[in-house]
């Protein structure tokens, strides 16, 4: 207990230099915390963006079929899928759609397509398909011949809003799938997640030329948090209870697009790091003067009969009390600052758009992640950069710091 | 009957290498201190006192000879043994009073008895009544900066008494101070010396501790120039 007073009262002893030594950690707790906050919010922003295009937060396949997509690979009781999905509060909105490889033909050119067959009004509820239409209309909420095609078929095939075309596929029946559509609407060529020559209709429409019954090759689903894809994608796969079904985060349905965030965020780590290890030099530097003036005090200690592991502990109480004050403060200037960027953001210079939304702003995420990786790294940094110091004070000669001055 | 020795120094030499230069701080020299002395060590600057005190209080080791306190070899102690034997058996008074500043009077002198692990209600009483002794029972929750040299050498004592060691060792304890308060200070230790029989070990060249002291050893030149109990 002494020495905890101790070292309270050694560091209010010099408050200039606690006081500049404390701001020094502070401020790397603030700069941390609203790096972490802006990151969370860009990288939420882009998860939401991304998967609200067209992915969803999860999946629901037949077994196998994300390896090894497969016109016969489909979700058969989509009734008693629907209901169980329904069912859960987790689940904000689900999509089912067929997908289909076929052959589009418009006067002399043709060109592979990829079908997509989805109920307009569902997707309109979890997805934001129609805010990437850049002409026409959208896929009617009745089975039509109108589709919507992507601005890489429609380039391909010389076609716009209006125009027919053929296209060829294989039915599930075996039998040949052939039939002509309009084209209702084009698909933006910059802002859509629908790069590849793409075919939308609507699934029933779908359904009936591919001869595939009531069945969906997958289910998007959407839940209220993205933030728990993983957990909630379980829940649902615990719900449907089907070995037959295969129930996956975007974290895996969008493995290579997860990878290179997990590696543009191990960048901003980095970055952080070394605003924490710019701090902890800053500290220790402090540390170790403070540690020199006091030499004859610890050497007045030793000589008292002061065990040198009692000297290490009472430096170290002195650096983790600061930290702790510090951590304590940096939490408070953070909330506000945090609070600030997570309802008016950074303006971004250029707007950048995808899948019809527009990014103006950088906005900050607050989360506990924001406070409690900061206040972890702070108290490490301090933790590590103490123990030199301490071990210097702990070593110290009791007869030549009583000599020193 | 003949008290036993608290200190028995044989032949100790204390040598610092000052760049190439060996400078001999203490020749070989004997010292036997028995308990209830109260032994000034005297002799200019440079003479070999401070060396020799810091010897015989295990703060620091001699180049060669033994030294034993009360009873125990310090020569093979390692640096935490000697600062558990320093804590048990040694009070140090220092010409600087070397107070911890952070540390109110009260826990100044209650730190030495918390290294030793004594209960907190011991502890609290044995400081109280020290703390009565030296005339400051009223500056307990004072600080070291607020007082004066003298009120802040009488902490120093208390400090060094409190554990009741088998030694108190007094660098120049008086040297801060002016002769008035210096000369109260020795009577008070004198006086302790007599009603509670603590062995008191002086350095200085002060003449006022010299002519109190019942023992006088002069160094000169880190030789013993004589020895005299009066």
């Known amino acids: 207990m002494l020495t905890l007073r101790m070292a309270l009262r050694n560091v209010f002893r010099n408050r200039r230099r606690s006081l500049l030594t404390g701001l020094m950690m502070a401020g790397g707790f603030v700069l941390f915390s609203a790096t972490i906050g802006l990151s969370e919010g860009t990288y939420g922003s882009i998860i939401d963006m991304f998967t609200r295009s067209r992915t969803g937060h999860a999946q629901v396949h037949a077994a196998g079929y994300l390896e090894k997509p497969s016109l016969y690979r489909a979700v058969s009781d989509m009734g008693r899928a629907g209901r169980v999905l329904d069912g859960l509060k987790e689940v904000k909105a689900w999509a089912p759609r067929v997908y289909a490889p076929a052959l589009a033909f418009a006067g002399s050119k043709t060109v592979g397509t990829q079908v997509m067959g989805i109920d307009p009004a569902r997707e309109r509820a979890a997805m934001r398909l129609e805010t990437q239409l850049a002409d026409g209309a959208f896929v009617a909420d009745a089975a039509s011949p109108g589709v919507v095609i992507s601005a890489r078929l429609a380039s391909a095939l010389k076609i716009k809003t209006g125009d027919e075309f053929s296209l060829i596929g294989q039915g599930a029946d075996g039998s040949v799938a052939n039939d002509n559509f309009r084209v209702a609407g084009v698909l933006s060529a910059t802002e859509s997640a629908f790069e590849a020559p793409w075919c939308l209709m609507h699934i029933d429409t779908a359904r009936e030329f591919l001869a595939l019954g009531g069945r969906a090759h997958e289910i998007a689903l959407v839940f209220t948090d993205y933030r728990a894809a993983r957990e909630d994608a379980a829940l649902a796969a615990a719900a449907l209870a089907d070995p037959g079904l295969d129930v996956q985060p975007w974290q895996v349905t969008e493995k290579e697009f997860y990878q290179a965030m997990l590696l543009d965020k191990k960048g901003g780590d980095i970055t952080n790091l070394i605003i924490m290890a710019i701090v902890a030099v800053g500290v220790l530097n402090t540390l170790l003067m403070a540690v020199l003036e006091r030499t004859r005090e610890y050497g007045v200690l030793k000589a008292l009969g002061t065990r040198p592991a009692a000297i290490f502990r009472l430096i170290m109480a002195e650096v983790m009390l600061l930290a702790l004050i510090s951590c304590a403060a940096g939490a408070l200037a953070s909330l506000g600052l945090n609070h600030y960027l997570s309802g008016t953001g950074i303006p971004i210079p250029d707007p950048v758009s995808y899948g019809g939304v527009k990014f103006t702003r950088m906005l900050s995420a607050v989360t506990a992640r924001t406070f409690t990786q900061p206040a972890v790294t702070v108290l490490a940094a301090a933790l590590i950069v103490g123990i030199f110091p301490a071990l210097k004070a702990a070593r110290i000669t009791p007869v030549k710091a009583l000599g020193s001055r | ?230």
Do not use: C, W
């Open chain 2, 1 to 230: 009957m003949e008290k036993e020795f608290v200190i028995e120094a044989k032949g100790v030499t204390k040598t610092y290498a000052e760049g190439e230069v060996k400078v001999h701080a203490l020749h070989p020299t004997d010292l036997a201190v028995r308990r209830g002395e109260f032994t000034a060590i005297a002799g200019p600057s440079g003479s070999g006192k401070t060396t020799l005190l810091n010897l015989v209080s295990g703060l620091d080791l001699p180049t060669s000879g033994r030294v034993r306190l009360a009873g125990k070899e310090i020569g093979a102690m390692s640096q935490g043994e000697l600062s558990d034997f320093r804590r048990d058996h040694i009070g140090l008074i220092f010409q600087a009073y070397n107070l911890i500043p952070v540390l109110t009077v009260g826990e100044n002198v209650e730190y030495v008895l918390l290294l030793r692990g004594m209960a907190p209600g011991e502890r609290a009483e044995r400081v109280r009544r020290v703390l009565e002794e030296v005339g400051l029972g009223g500056k307990r929750n004072r600080f070291p900066s607020q007082l004066s040299g003298g009120q802040q050498q009488r902490v120093a004592i208390a400090r060094a008494m409190v554990p009741e060691p088998d030694l108190i060792l007094a660098d120049e304890p008086t040297a801060n101070l002016d002769s008035a308060t210096g000369s109260a200070l020795m009577d008070m230790m004198k006086e302790l010396n007599e009603r509670r029989g603590i062995t008191f070990v002086f350095s200085t060249h002060d003449r006022m501790i010299m002519d109190k002291s019942s023992r006088l050893i002069t160094l000169k030149d880190g030789r013993v120039q004589s020895d005299t109990l009066k």
